[in-house]
């Protein structure tokens, strides 16, 4: 009896989501995950700036650094990851801004523009030169739900967001 089949005998009325090979190999659909690049901006005002993902996709057999899979999605406007299933998401962003003179900032994660779930983080003495932040966040978020990423400045307007130093990630975990 070949092994795909005597695999296939002992998974009778187990429900697996996905396909049988010929070989056993149990194959899965992608699960929704996206670490997309945000792009570089020059910010010449203060308060809120949403950021903007780069649309750039690095080949399959490359480094895969920037890629998006399964059902998610972004926005026309490339402001925001589309999340296609429901269930919860790790999620985690990290943002280089250079030549903040004075002033916070606060970097928000926001779901579906700030109406829920959002995460954020401060800085109340940014160095001038540059500053990282980094946040990782755990959410329960709902086919349809928007995710995004803004920045707030409180008095500097001349600073910049670097792109290739800043990412927005996420997978779903369940």
Do not use: C
């Amino acid at each position: 009896m070949s092994k795909a089949r005597e695999l296939s005998d002992l998974l009778k009325g187990v429900d697996v989501d996905g396909d049988l090979s010929v070989s056993g190999t149990i194959t899965s659909p992608a699960v929704p995950a996206w670490r997309l690049e945000i792009q570089g901006a020059a910010v010449n005002a203060t308060g809120n700036y949403e950021t903007v993902l780069s649309t750039a996709r690095d080949a399959a057999g490359t480094d895969h650094r920037r890629f998006i899979q399964g059902d998610a999605s972004t926005t026309t406007d490339n402001k925001k990851v589309l999340i296609g299933t429901t269930g919860v998401y790790h999620i985690s962003a990290n943002l280089r801004v250079d030549g903040v003179g004075s002033g916070y900032l606060l970097m928000f994660l926001l779901n579906n523009l700030g109406t829920s779930g959002d995460a954020y983080l401060i800085d109340g003495n940014p160095a001038g030169n540059y500053e990282g932040f980094a946040m990782t966040h755990t959410m329960h978020l709902t086919a349809g739900d928007e995710i995004s990423i803004r920045i707030f400045n409180s008095s500097d307007t001349s600073w910049s967001i670097v792109g290739g130093s800043s990412f927005l990630s996420g997978h779903l975990v369940g």
